[in-house]
């Protein structure tokens, strides 16, 4: 071997021994907390870190559409990869470039189990669909797969060119298994302090003037003093804390979603595949990360000695 291709190599066994090291601990850790946290019944379920399943139902909305099939369905991730060439020193090579990609992360779907049902926002999940499609062809196969018509336009300009197309979508009726965040929805649109809350209502306050004036300047001179200011402050702190109170006695039905956990050692997953086979997925990931960090320590430290001793 060449001394140049040596250290190349040797350099590669190291990253990629680093990698593999990150890589097959993570995916380890992540499925031991599949398989080691409980399942949690809706209705019992408290605010906090949780795992359920059930089935899938679609958004309040009813079923959405995946723009490449046009088929119904709860949630969907695509992909269009055009054909490409590119010329190296071993001639010319094909490889597959992403032009558009998208998902319906934004779009709300719900799980239900036997005892009820709640809210997802898949925004931030890993997601194991159970639905995946791939095929190939040019643009004018693609008006009966539902291709909108703006894409159409587009793949029309380049008739030469071969394009990839990839469609994962999760169905209504689906088996889910989630473990992610559970949130109440006004607690998490309302995260700001008392005292943050109050400082925005005393400056809204006093966009109007007139009214800030009639309410507490108490000796008539048209100004508000600091004594005069400290009562108004104590009085948008009663007004605010008034108002989470009554709104902490409304009902809470159907307010709690399950969303990201904003926390890398807490996963937010989402699949309609089989809980074991998620978990047994990520063992497997996990094993080969590690056999991968054996090698690259073993021989890439010793090419790089080797290198370096001559």
Known sequence: MEPSDQLQLGIFLCAAGLWGFWSGFRNLRL?????DTPTARIRSAHQGYVELEGLVLNGAAGPIVAPLSALPCAWFRYKIEEERQRHTRNGTQTYWQTVEKGDSNSLRFSLRDPTGQISIDATGAQIYPRHKKVWKGRHHRHRSAGL????????????RRRYRFTE???LGGDPLYALGLLKNERSHSNQASVKQAAGNLLRQWKTDRKKLNERFDLDGSGEIDPKEWELARLQAHREIRRQRRDADRAPTENLDFLGQTGDSSRPFLLSSQPQKKVARRHRLRGSLGVALFIAGISGGPWLLFRYFGH
């Open 148 to 159: 909108p018509a703006y894409i159409v336009e587009f793949l029309g300009s380049h008739r």
């Open 31 to 35: 499925a031991r907390i599949i398989e």
């Open 168 to 170: 994962e979508r999760i």
